[in-house]
């Protein structure tokens, strides 16, 4: 069975602080996912990586296929990132997800 | 494009009554998945389908039944709704199962 552990479960930040949120996950899990959920209920994918590292605006994910690792960064982080972040292990019968990790960022 | 579109939003059953959540994708996607999400549980896969005419059980698949007659469609069947059904339902789709998701906006569903 496919699993995937996330960490930490809640970060309370201030506005501008570097944040990053871990995953480790499992054998048999071929693609790392960053998800993002806001307070609305509706979840947005934001990255996808099978190896290296990607950018899009403030935010950075990387993965270490070794080590069966990923972290998702925010630069600069602002209120507006408030969210739960989860991380889900793609593999051939769909995602494995971890619990989330409850974002918190006071201006 | 309108992506993937859920329907209800909200809906309130009696143990024991039948329903339909519905999925419809319009990006002409292979993959479409069924996630339920449960407070302190996380997202869990119940059913998925590859392609038109296959489906395949997730990790909490009894008491859901599914079916995927065109691409564009998958709904998910509640035969006897039970209280432990209350959730928040998402349907997912991807072109390959592998590539990123696109998630619909949610189906609160209350079994009393």
């Known amino acids: 069975k496919n699993e995937v552990e996330q960490s930490p479960q809640n970060l309370t930040a201030q506005e501008g602080e570097f944040i990053t949120i871990n995953c480790s996950y499992s054998?048999?899990?071929?693609?790392l996912h960053w998800l993002q959920q806001h307070p609305g209920g509706g979840i947005v994918s934001l990255f996808m990586?099978?190896?290296g590292k990607k950018k899009h605006g403030r935010l950075i994910a990387t993965i270490n296929i070794q080590e069966k690792h990923s972290s998702l960064h925010i630069t600069a982080s602002h209120p507006r990132d408030s969210a739960v972040y989860i991380c889900?292990?793609?593999?051939?019968?769909?995602?494995?997800f971890g619990k989330g990790t409850h974002l918190i960022i006071q201006p | 494009n309108a992506g993937v579109t859920q329907t209800p939003k909200f809906q309130v059953l009696k143990t024991g009554q039948s329903m339909t959540l519905q999925c419809a994708q319009d990006?002409?996607?292979?993959?479409m998945s069924w996630y339920r999400q449960d407070p302190g549980m996380g997202l869990r896969l119940i059913h998925y389908?590859?392609?038109?005419?296959?489906?395949d059980q997730g990790e909490v698949p009894n008491g859901y039944n599914v079916s995927r007659s065109t691409t564009e469609d998958f709904p998910l069947r509640l035969l006897s709704a039970a209280p432990s059904q209350t959730s928040v339902y998402f349907c997912?789709?991807?072109?390959?199962?592998?590539?990123?998701?696109?998630f619909g906006s949610g189906t609160r569903l209350t079994v009393v």
């Open positions: 997912a789709s991807s072109p390959h199962g592998r590539y990123g998701y696109t």
């Open positions: 054998v048999g899990i071929s693609a």
């Open positions: 990586l099978s190896s």
């Open positions: 889900a292990g793609g593999g051939a019968d769909g995602l494995t």
């Open positions: 990006m002409n996607h292979e993959y």
């Open positions: 389908s590859v392609g038109a005419g296959i489906t």
